[in-house]
């Protein structure tokens, strides 16, 4: 509960505070934390205009999208506080979940009949399948590592592993970043700020969308970044008082999002088809995580 | 005296594969009835009237006369050119029947059996397998019913190396086999005249998949 | 007893009904006929499933001895699954066949093999004599060959279907063998004789007599690399024979690989590993060309592979489950190896029925044709979503419990086991989650190919939504899916009894074993409707929004281009085009490709056509060699007397000759020695 | 009673033959029917009798003189309709019906002698009425195929004359007698392996014309092809039982001696030749018949693997046998309605048969079921049976590649029957069809379902008189 609430807070300033980061980094005054959150109230209280090839589907995935985003929330606990939903094997009802809402995204870009959006669609596509292996293993090796099958006790279980399980951690944390940034499009994988056949990916699948179903998805981005960055924070929480998690929880999301900012200002996004190795790259990180906690338990030798 | 005779049939069968005319073929015939008669009559032990007719029967009339006679008629019949013409060289096909007849010899030699005559041995085998060879080396079609006799022959000569004969009954069946089988074969080729030009066997090889 | 007469005495009676009606009303009686049978067997069923197992003794013939028929949980699970697939198929099929009543024969044919294979599928889950399951199996198989062939003037159905017969040929050939074996060394052939064999015999020898079963199951079920048959069958059946095969007739392969689990009772592990192992690549293999298909209906086949690799996974978990004594892997795998089964058959049929309608609808199966449907079509467009979402797996519908219980095994299996058995189930957790992702992808293409966008070519014929009774049946499905995805406690309880059979092998009845992490599913139906009731929400506040804000309607965003066309959308194939050129190296693919030349280029084109590799590899070459070295030996039959009496000859002095030469070589060394 | 049989059928097969009106030829063809009928059920009484010490009634020959019997009621009868189809030809008609008259008497009597030179005899006789049969269309393919067929048949009795002689010779002095089947049975134990061998190679290799195997099959490929459809029915069904006679009364002679293992080698490389070659071709040919004929070709094969792999394949082998006669006969009796629809036997310009002939269609399909030995289908119980056989003898290594061969063949003739079934053939004008009288077709039908019957569900008196007829060879 306490996590839900967290989240859906935090992903209010999470834009806000990565757009800032950015603009400092290359030294121009930006625009304030609450900038984003602007924009997309005065989304929601827009019109729309909508493509005559679209159907039903193009006007009801950016609720489902948005909807299966918040669905996943639950699922995330905090330090030692369960999550609104939380059972053994819950992150797979977390992946297939999310898997729902770009179900959705995917077709409902396909709906437009656009030379475009079609393209980005397929990509999300690939990336996010390329994608879904990596966090799978990653979470069956924490499993493996704790014993657990449920976000909650896993989390509350990994913090009282040995110093590799720090290094484990450290890799955890570079994988889960780098599937938040290809979940949501970002940096290496992909670039928002441009436009158009620019950017490959998330941005051109929303081209026709616009008002409120634009700023559903505008908004979905942020709570998808605050969703991982929670999950992020709680590998490093473990079951330390309330008063303590609760700052660390918050101080862990905005490092999160500055990292964020300076990695999206400081990096430039690889050519199309260089992402799919790229991908399969975290995939295989994740095995040798695998075979890290293997070793950890001395299961191998 | 029977080997004598014995000797001169396999003789015939190396003057059968040098042959060209099949007059020469249809004279060997008669030959070689003549010789299977004498054979027949020697190695006759108790001369009863039966065995008597029945060798006449079987050797004389119809090997030595009915059947070569019925070849020339059917020959002068479809008017089949007098020549052979085996599609081997006359002097390899002599080679492979001393070959045959040098096998069978030495295959006798190897069986070392108390009451078998060798020599009727030899005689048979080499009779049979050059009989298949010459069907399997000549053109015409005539010429494979004249080899089928041949081949009679040698069977012939085959019973007479059993010891014992055979009862009456089998004979008779041989003798209605020969006759009927030659005579059926012959009317045939009377048949075959009808549609196909000459006597070939490259006429009769329609039927195939 | 009673059952059984009636059973006979309803086919047969239907049967001669059928051969007499005309065309129109042949459907309507099949649909009485399955009632009837459905109904017969499920009474059986349902009584086995609440506890009393059905057992019949027949006097048998000469040849077959005893004939017992036996309803155990495991087959009364399958008969149930059966009987609903059959009666969908047949109230789908009844209408879909009116299409062709332009056609004037092969509806008797059609109907009365619809009926026999319905009766042969019931038998075979109830046989337990060798002979009899045998027979019972080749009706099954050749009543399924003749419904394929319905469009049998078609050169094409015609080789499909001949394919799909002779590989069900090879399939009982093996499985005659391994029954030949059993009886061989046991002179029975009730099934009762295969756990004495096994008693009897090395281990090694037990595996191997599983592993002949499992040939010859798994070539109907489709494992790769035995599944060659399927792709080709289901484009050329109609849509409800592709449906019903689809859902129940490979399902049958899976009954009997269980069925064979249970009676052979040897180191589960190896056998668990093997079957694994097999899954995993079938699973993968399975979606990776099922995405890269044009025909709807190959790549509906194609899926189906995948799906019976995803209940392998299920099997051989419960495998390794049953060798580590671990009643709760047990568990997980065979419950989710069943539950699978059952899902598949219905999205899967549900999907045909789909396709079947687009078919009808607009005369073709080409994805690059169609696009747009979901205007003319709603209802099979819907139908056809929740049929896509449920294959994927994803919540609320039924395929996601069977696959949220498959993980649940692989993750425990992941969990409490040493290093190296649990090597491959990291595998099979990698090969899971990438056929997941992949079902996804092929999905979201097929639906936006098919129903979303503008149609890419005009229109064959102006497509409209098919009739109600094509609908019914198909909505009757998707309550079904529906029911699984929200209550799968109910499902999970029915489970128990066929699961118990397996777990009973160790001891431990199932629901005293049933994970306690199962207890969630409970929750998870709950979830996912409020994942539902979250989307309502959302969807009613924004409607709300929309009255008070001014919406408008206008072409596509074209980026400032002014004249765009149906052509320039994404295809199905640009779609799919990175994931292609990803896995290019281990797909075949004959590309035609003619590009624009010259100054004034004239008409340039691309077309791409999938292959199966594994069915060039292991089919098509090795029977090309065959026939090419038997035709070399045709020279034989050539029509020359001189050569037929030669043979007779040669044959004779081979058989002299050759001892004799033998001898004479011995004669000599002889010689030799002497000197 | 034999005496009477015989006399009486060649006095009817002598009115036939100068006979020139069809109702009185029908009326002796019945009456014929009728007298083979008398006379089977007079054997069947006298079991185990043997008349003028010749002439005795066994099991195999019970079961054989049934099954014959049986397939000459559709042949003779049917032929009223093949014939008068045909341009009618009084002069043809009389030596047809003659002809098959002396066949059927020349087959019975072949069965039932006791005695090695009468079978050979009585056999030579079925090759004369035979030749007259496949020359009953007078054009010049059949008379190409009876030259060859009368040929290859007349050398390959000769082979066998040849081993009878060698087997006396193995008798030596003494033995008149000897050359009784039971005789034999005792005395060949005692007997020279040498001679007994080449006595075995020649008697086998001169049976294999009318068995149908390698070496010696190929001329009655092409008889089958040109023989009106009744006739090759018989051919290769009955006829192909007469050569399975006299080799299997032979082969039992020789099962008890030292030289069997040997004697089964050789009939196994025949055999699986003989499977290989009919493949090989069944691959190939286009001409229904000759592709059924190769069929019984490969079924032949089966049927000797069934003895050579010993135990219950010897029963399996006399079952596949009898069951394969009932099939093939009705498969040929079929193609006759077939040839009569299309007026050709290219599988090429025949196509669509469901269109023209409905039962005669289904029966087609059925047939390919039947024949192929798929359940439930009762070959396929023999063929089990034949493939248990060889599992147990240790025949693994043939039992494969077997398979391997069936498969092809199914997959070949599959292809083909479909074809004709369903795919319309090419430039065929459908306005000169002559319906077919399907009557004929239940007659098959009745044929086919004898084959399920006497495979699934057995009569116990059938399967007694097949444990009888094989009970020497139990081992």
């Given amino acids: 509960m306490v996590s839900f609430v967290l989240i859906v807070l935090i992903s209010l300033v999470f834009s806000g505070i990565v757009i800032r980061t950015k603009s400092i980094a290359s030294g121009r005054k930006g625009p304030g934390i609450w900038q984003p959150m602007k924009d997309i109230f005065k989304l929601f209280k827009k019109g729309a205009v909508y493509s005559e090839t679209t159907s039903i589907i193009f006007q009801i995935a950016p609720s489902i999208y948005f909807a299966s985003v918040l669905m996943a929330i639950m699922v995330i606990p905090l330090g030692n506080s369960k999550g609104l939903i939380s059972f053994a094997g819950d992150f797979v009802f977390f992946a297939y979940v999310l898997a729902v809402g770009k179900f959705f995204n995917i077709i409902s870009a396909l709906d437009t009949g656009s030379s475009f959006e079609g393209m980005g669609a397929s990509r999300e596509a690939l990336f996010s399948m390329l994608a879904e292996p990596a966090f799978f293993i990653l979470m069956g090796s924490l499993g493996l590592l704790t014993g657990y099958t449920s976000f909650h006790e896993i989390f509350m279980a990994f913090h009282f592993g040995s110093y590799v399980s720090y290094a484990l951690g450290v890799i955890a944390t570079f994988i889960l970043i780098m599937i938040c940034m290809i979940e949501n499009s970002r940096m290496p994988v992909d670039d928002p700020k441009t436009h158009l056949e620019l950017t490959m990916i998330h941005e051109v699948m929303i081209l026709d969308n616009s008002g409120f179903d634009l700023g559903l998805i505008m908004h979905t981005i942020n709570l998808k970044f605050a969703m991982y960055g929670a999950l992020i924070a709680n590998m490093f929480l473990g079951d330390a008082p309330m008063y303590l998690t609760i700052p660390l929880f918050l101080s862990i999301q905005v490092l999160f999002a500055v990292v964020v900012g300076i990695l999206e200002s400081f990096s430039a996004r690889f050519r199309m088809n260089h992402n799919a190795q790229f991908i399969l790259v975290l995939s295989s990180l994740s095995l040798l995580m695998f075979f890290g906690v293997l070793m950890v338990l001395g299961k191998f030798n | 005296m029977t080997n004598i005779l014995l000797i001169v049939f396999t003789i015939s069968l190396l003057y059968f594969a040098i042959a060209n005319r099949l007059m020469t073929y249809v004279k060997i015939l008669t030959l070689q009835g003549v010789i299977l008669f004498g054979v027949a009559f020697i190695e006759l032990r108790e001369l009863n009237l039966l065995n008597l007719i029945f060798i006449l029967l079987e050797t004389i009339i119809v090997k030595a006369l009915a059947i070569p006679m019925f070849m020339r008629y059917v020959i002068k019949k479809n008017n089949i050119t007098r020549e052979a013409e085996p599609f081997v060289p006359n002097f390899v096909s002599l080679i492979l029947v001393t070959i045959i007849i040098i096998v069978t010899f030495i295959i006798s030699n190897v069986i070392n059996d108390p009451h078998l005559h060798k020599i009727y041995f030899v005689t048979a085998l080499s009779a049979l397998f050059s009989g298949l060879y010459f069907i399997s080396s000549r053109k015409k079609i005539i010429t494979h019913v004249i080899c089928y006799v041949v081949i009679e022959n040698g069977v012939f000569i085959l019973s007479l190396a059993v010891g014992n004969e055979m009862p009456l009954l089998i004979n008779l069946g041989v003798l209605l086999d020969v006759f009927v089988s030659v005579f059926l074969l012959g009317i045939f080729i009377n048949k075959v005249g009808d549609v196909t030009s000459d006597g070939d066997v490259a006429e009769l090889s329609k039927l195939k998949d | ?675 | 009673m034999i005496i009477p049989y015989l006399t009486g059928s060649i006095l009817i097969a002598g009115a036939l033959f100068f006979n020139q009106k069809k109702l009185v030829s029908k009326l002796l063809v019945v009456t014929f029917l009728i007298m083979q009928w008398g006379f089977t059920v007079f054997e069947i009484m006298h079991k185990g009798a043997t008349t003028y010490d010749y002439f005795s009634t066994d099991a195999l020959a019970v079961l054989l003189l049934v099954t014959l019997s049986i397939i000459s009621i559709p042949a003779l009868t049917h032929s009223y309709e093949y014939i008068y189809k045909e341009k009618d030809n009084p002069r043809a008609r009389g030596i047809y019906y003659g002809a098959m008259v002396l066949l059927i008497m020349s087959l019975t009597a072949a069965y039932l002698s006791s005695h090695i030179a009468v079978t050979w005899i009585f056999v030579e006789i079925t090759t004369l009425s035979a030749s007259a049969l496949i020359f009953h269309r007078r054009n010049a393919g059949s008379i190409e195929a009876t030259w060859k067929y009368v040929f290859v048949s007349s050398i390959s009795l000769v082979f066998v004359f040849i081993g009878i002689l060698f087997l006396s010779i193995a008798l030596g002095k003494g033995h008149e007698e000897g050359m009784f089947y039971e005789e034999l049975m005792v005395l060949s134990p005692g007997l020279n392996t040498f001679w007994l061998k080449m006595a075995f190679i020649f008697i086998f290799s001169g049976y294999t014309a009318k068995l149908g195997l390698v070496p010696m099959y190929t001329a009655g490929i092409d008889a089958k092809d040109k023989a009106p459809t009744p006739a090759a029915a018989l051919f290769s069904s009955v006829l192909m039982n007469v050569g399975f006679v006299g080799f299997f009364r032979f082969y039992k002679v020789v099962a008890n001696t030292s030289i069997h293992p040997w004697t089964n080698h050789v009939v196994m490389i025949a055999a699986f030749l003989s499977i290989f070659v009919a493949t090989v071709y069944m691959l190939k040919v286009k001409n229904i018949k000759r592709m059924l004929a190769y069929s019984s070709i490969e079924h032949m094969g089966l049927i000797m693997l069934g003895l050579v792999a010993g135990g219950i394949g010897y029963y399996a082998a006399l079952l596949h046998l009898i069951l394969h006669s009932f099939a093939k006969s009705a498969l040929f009796l079929q193609i006759g309605h077939l040839y009569k629809t299309f007026k050709t036997k290219n599988i090429y310009s025949i196509g669509n048969y469901f269109k023209f002939n409905v039962p005669g269609a289904v029966f087609l399909l059925l047939a390919f079921i039947v024949v192929t030995a798929m359940p439930p289908s009762g070959l396929f119980i023999s063929e089990f049976y034949i493939f248990k056989a060889m599992f147990e003898g240790g025949y693994l290594f043939l039992l494969i590649p077997v398979l391997i061969l069936l498969t092809m063949i199914i997959w070949s003739l599959g292809k083909n029957i479909l074809k004709m079934v369903f795919i319309p053939p090419v430039g065929f004008d459908e306005s000169k069809v002559e319906p077919v009288n399907s009557l004929e077709t239940f007659s098959q039908y009745l044929l086919l379902g004898l084959v399920i019957y006497l495979g699934i569900n057995p009569p116990q008196v059938f399967v007694d008189l097949l444990h009888e007829a094989v009970q020497n060879l139990t081992f």
């Fill in chain 3, 1 to 675: 007893m009673g059952y059984l007469v009636s059973f006979i005495g309803i086919l047969f009676a239907s049967l001669l009904l059928i051969g007499w009606v005309d065309n129109k009303r042949k459907g309507t009686v099949a649909i009485i006929a399955t009632l009837m049978i459905s109904a017969l067997s499920s009474i059986i069923a349902i009584k086995t499933l609440a506890g009393q197992t059905f057992t019949l003794l027949l006097k048998g013939s000469l040849v077959t001895g005893t004939v017992s028929l036996v309803v155990d949980p495991l087959s009364a699970w399958f008969i149930l699954l059966i009987n609903f697939t059959a009666i969908t198929g047949v109230v789908y099929g009844a209408k879909y066949m009116q299409a062709y009543l332009n056609k004037p024969s092969g509806f008797t044919l059609h109907w009365i093999s619809y009926l026999l294979a319905h009766a042969g599928l019931l038998v075979v889950c109830a046989a337990q004599n060798a002979l009899v399951f045998l027979m019972a199996w080749e009706v099954m198989v050749l009543s399924a060959f003749f419904l394929v062939i319905f469009e049998n003037h078609k050169t094409k159905t015609l080789r499909a279907g001949i394919n799909y017969l002779i590989q069900s040929h090879i399939a009982i050939v093996v499985l005659t063998i391994a029954f030949i074996w059993v009886s061989s060394v046991t002179g029975s052939f009730s099934f009762t004789a295969i756990p004495e064999f096994v008693s009897n015999q090395k281990p090694l020898y037990s595996f191997l007599l599983m592993l002949l079963f499992f040939v010859g199951f798994g070539i109907k079920a489709g494992f790769v690399p035995f599944h060659t048959w399927l792709p080709h069958a289901h484009p050329a059946a109609p849509s409800h024979v592709s449906g019903v095969m689809s859902g129940i007739l490979i399902k049958i392969g899976i009954y009997g690989i269980l069925r064979m689990i249970l009676l052979i009772d040897i180191n589960y592990l190896a056998t668990g590993y093997f079957i694994l192992f097999v899954s995993v690549i079938t699973g993968v293999y399975g979606v990776m060309l099922a995405l890269i298909q044009h025909n709807l209906k190959k790549l509906l086949a194609y899926h189906s592979i995948e799906n019976i690799g995803i209940i392998g996974i299920g099997i051989g978990l419960g495998c390794i489950g049953m060798g580590t004594a671990s009643p709760v892997l047990t568990w997980l795998g065979f419950a989710g190896a069943l539950l699978h089964t059952l899902n598949h058959s219905l999205f899967k049929s549900l999907l045909f029925y789909g396709a079947g309608n687009i078919h009808q609808g607009t005369s073709t199966m080409n994805v690059e044709r169609l696009g747009g449907l979901i205007k003319q079509m709603p209802h099979t467009a819907i139908l056809f979503l929740i049929a896509a979402l449920a294959i994927c797996g994803l919540p609320p519908f039924n395929g996601f419990i069977s696959e949220f219980i498959v993980y649940q095994g692989l993750f425990h299996g992941i969990l409490t086991y040493p290093f190296p058995y649990m090597l491959l189930l990291i595998v099979a957790l990698f090969g899971l989650v990438l056929i997941g992702g992949l079902a996804i992808f092929c999905f979201t293409k097929a639906f936006g190919a098919v129903f979303l966008g503008v149609q890419r070519q005009r229109p064959l014929i102006g497509p409209k939504e098919s009739s109600l009774q094509k609908l019914i049946p198909m909505y009757m499905v998707v309550g079904a899916i529906l029911a699984i995805g929200i209550f799968p406690q109910v499902f999970i309880s029915v489970l128990n009894l066929p699961v118990g059979q397996f777990t009973g092998h160790l001891g431990a009845s199932a629901d005293a074993v049933q994970p306690h992490s199962i207890q969630v599913l409970n929750h998870l139906g709950f979830y996912s409707g409020a994942l539902l009731l979250i989307v309502a929400a959302i969807f009613l506040y924004r409607s709300r929004r929309q009255q008070v804000s001014v919406c408008s309607y206008s072409a596509t965003w074209g980026c400032g281009y002014v004249a765009p066309t149906a052509k320039m959308q994404y295809t199905a194939s640009s779609f799919i085009r990175n994931y292609r050129k990803l896995a290019e190296p281990l797909l075949s693919l004959q590309k035609f490709k003619k590009d624009v030349v010259g100054v004034f280029p004239v008409k340039a084109g691309h077309t791409i056509h999938p292959q199966d590799k594994v069915e060039e590899l292991l089919i098509n070459w090795p029977l090309h060699k065959f026939r090419v070295f038997m035709f070399k030996l045709s020279f034989l039959q050539n029509g020359r007397l001189q050569f037929y009496i030669l043979y007779g000859m040669a044959f004779i002095m081979l058989l002299v000759g050759v001892p004799f030469i033998i001898y004479l070589i011995r004669f000599f060394v002889n010689f030799l020695n002497t000197i």
